[in-house]
């Protein structure tokens, strides 16, 4: 018997390690293991993108509103250009982009798969400017077009599933078990994931992979160093972007280092760099 449960393990075992596919995440060619389609994300994230904007309050600014969908399109478009000269076009063939500008004083923004962006208006005072909102975007259209949604969700689908591959083999000795608990948590999984935090490595990524979106859409990307400064000073008491990312020192360093590469783009989008832009300088202060 003992022979047999250990059979069945490791069959089912294997299955499961061969399940899902491998792709490179675009810019940082990262690989990732995904257990979930892009129809089966886009389809939960959907429905939920629905329910949020039918409670959300939209901005009623004109102005500001119309500064968030041009900055958004216009970073939409270059990334889907960048995508399909470099023949990863069907990575976002389903996204549907959308950006919407709500009235909430948090100093956040957040992405749904697909390309749903919803930006809170109190993060306004801090962008100033169309180059520091394009940060911002940047930074969560890399979140929806690196699939950390979908990465997260096949995580926690693998984990809870080699739970689940051992409660079936301790259910033969007699441990009862109950597989429906596991397709309860993985499907309510989904009901949390577009609003608890992305883990530090992936918002590290899309700090990288944002900051070269922006650039490539025209804009400059060395604002973003004076950029997090701001947010550094808005402090860690309040709800905001970065509650689950790097400390604000890591950050600004990253961004510091990934500068170079990201001027590269800007200057092939036309951009003319500052004099002192080939040696990026920060001043980290805090309160």
């Not at 399109?73 to 959308?98: C, I, P, R």
């Not at 984990?159 to 301790?170: C, D, M, P, R």
Request: aromatic share 8%.
């Amino acid at each position: 018997m003992n022979k047999i449960r250990y059979i069945i393990f490791t069959v089912v075992a294997a299955l499961l390690v061969s399940c899902g596919t491998t792709t490179r995440v675009p810019i940082t060619g990262r690989k990732q293991r995904l257990m979930v389609s892009d129809e089966q994300v886009l389809s939960l994230s959907g429905q939920q993108y629905k329910e949020y904007m039918q409670s959300a309050k939209l901005s009623t600014n004109a102005t500001n509103t119309a500064m968030v969908k041009r900055v958004g399109q216009k970073l939409a478009n270059a990334v889907v250009t960048y995508l399909s000269q470099n023949g990863l076009g069907a990575e976002v063939a389903n996204y549907q982009w959308e950006f919407n500008l709500v009235q909430n004083n948090q100093v956040n923004a957040f992405c749904m798969p697909g390309g749903k962006i919803v930006v809170y208006e109190g993060i306004l005072p801090v962008t100033q400017d169309e180059a520091s909102l394009a940060i911002v975007l940047g930074h969560e259209i890399a979140h929806a077009v690196a699939k950390h949604s979908a990465e997260r969700i096949s995580n926690e689908y693998k984990q809870q599933t080699g739970l689940g591959i051992l409660g079936a083999v301790a259910a033969m000795s007699g441990v009862s078990s109950d597989w429906q608990q596991l397709g309860g948590e993985v499907l309510g999984l989904g009901s949390q994931i577009w609003s608890s935090g992305f883990s530090r490595s992936q918002e590290s990524e899309a700090d990288h992979i944002g900051l070269i979106f922006a650039a490539m859409a025209g804009y400059d990307p060395q604002v973003a160093l004076t950029f997090w400064q701001r947010m550094a000073q808005e402090g860690t008491g309040s709800a905001s972007i970065f509650s689950d990312h790097p400390s604000d020192e890591k950050r600004i360093k990253q961004i510091a280092q990934w500068m170079p590469e990201a001027l590269r783009y800007y200057q092939a989008a036309g951009g003319t760099p500052s004099a002192n832009s080939n040696a990026p300088t920060y001043h980290f202060q805090t309160r």
